[in-house]
């Protein structure tokens, strides 16, 4: 089993960047595919990026591909995601979640995810 926390969420004018951070409790970490889903209000909770066990492959939705960057650092058991360019349609709660698999099945299905954060704001004023 795994927790996760993120950080890293904020105010930022159109056209700024944040990174966010996600940080997992548990000794298995390098054993879970990580994503990162956001939610907007009014509307379903959405994915963004996802990156395999091993940080070798990664899948972004279209909308934030060039912009956002999804990575991780298994000796601290955190996953990033830099968000460059920011849009007022980027605001929304963004969420991490994990499933434990070593395979290269990068799911965009939040319903394939078992972990999720609590959520961190992120804020894109226009």
């Known amino acids: 089993q795994v927790q996760l926390e993120e950080s890293g969420g904020s105010l930022v004018q159109a056209g700024g960047s944040l990174r966010l951070s996600c940080a997992a409790s548990?000794?298995?970490?390098?054993?879970?595919?990580m994503g990162w889903f956001r939610q907007a209000p009014g509307k379903e909770r959405e994915f963004v990026a996802i990156?395999?066990?091993?940080?070798?492959?990664?899948n972004y939705a279209d909308s934030v591909k060039g912009r956002f960057t999804i990575s991780r650092d298994n000796a601290k058991n955190t996953v990033y995601l830099q968000m460059n360019s920011l849009k007022p349609e980027d605001t929304a709660v963004y969420y991490c979640a994990a499933r434990q698999s070593l395979s290269y099945n990068l799911s965009p299905s939040s319903r394939d995810y078992d972990y999720w954060g609590q959520g961190t704001q992120v804020t894109v004023s226009s």
């Open positions: 548990g000794r298995t970490f390098s054993s879970y595919v």
């Open positions: 990156i395999s066990w091993n940080g070798a492959r990664t």
